[in-house]
Nanobody, 124 residues
Framework: QVQLTESGGGSVQAGASLTLSCAVT????????MAWFRQAPGKEREIVSA????????YYEEAAKGRFTISRDNAQNMVYLQMNNLIPEDTAIYFC?????????????????WGQGTQVTVSS
């Protein structure tokens, strides 16, 4: 069984940066494709970014392109989301997720394991 634990969320002003971390335990990270999703109040959970097991293929949702960077350290069983130039629309709970595919997956039905989420609040 895989457990995912997110950290690094917080309340910041627009324009600030945050780095979210996801610690993976239970199974080696290298077996899984990974992603970050977010869910704002009253909205569906949506993908923000995804990465394949070798870090050779990444996906970014349109609003994240140029501002967010996903990365992973398989040796340390960690996944990261560096978020720069945050805007109020980025306010949401951010979830780390692991898929059964080692390759890139961009829809949430591929993701079997989820963390509890970390809150990101961006004020203007």
């Amino acid at each position: 069984q895989v457990q995912l634990t997110e950290s690094g969320g917080g309340s910041v002003q627009a324009g600030a940066s945050l780095t979210l971390s996801c610690a993976v335990t239970g199974r080696p990270l290298k077996n899984y494709g990974m992603a970050w999703f977010r869910q704002a109040p009253g909205k569906e959970r949506e993908i923000v970014s995804a990465i394949d097991w070798l870090s050779t293929d990444m996906y970014y949702e349109e609003a994240a392109k140029g501002r967010f960077t996903i990365s992973r350290d398989n040796a340390q069983n960690m996944v990261y989301l560096q978020m720069n130039n945050l805007i109020p629309e980025d306010t949401a709970i951010y979830f780390c997720a692991a898929s059964g595919l080692a390759t890139l997956a961009t829809t949430k039905n591929w993701y079997s394991y989820w963390g509890q989420g970390t809150q990101v609040t961006v004020s203007s």
